[in-house]
């Protein structure tokens, strides 16, 4: 739920949109996220660099939470 709060605009699940991000920028497939990867990773690809940067608008997080 937050991060469909955050995001707003997409029907992704928490799971689905982890996986997604996963799967984009752990060049390792380690399963985890480095500071270092995840920089390159959104460098690299535009698509998700918007996602994130959309995610950082609060004004849908203060809406869900004003509706309760």
């Known amino acids: 739920q937050a991060i469909q709060a955050i995001n707003g605009y997409t029907s992704m699940s928490a799971e689905e949109f982890t ?3 996963f799967q984009k ?5 380690d399963g985890e996220l480095t500071l270092e990867e995840f920089i390159n990773g959104l ?11 959309k995610s ?3 004004s ?4 869900v939470i004003q509706n309760g």
């Open 19 to 21: 996986n997604m991000v």
């Open 43 to 53: 460098e690299k690809d535009k698509d998700l660099m918007e996602l994130i940067e």
């Open 60 to 63: 849908k997080i203060l809406k």
């Open 25 to 29: 920028i752990d060049l390792n497939k």
């Open 56 to 58: 950082f608008d609060l």
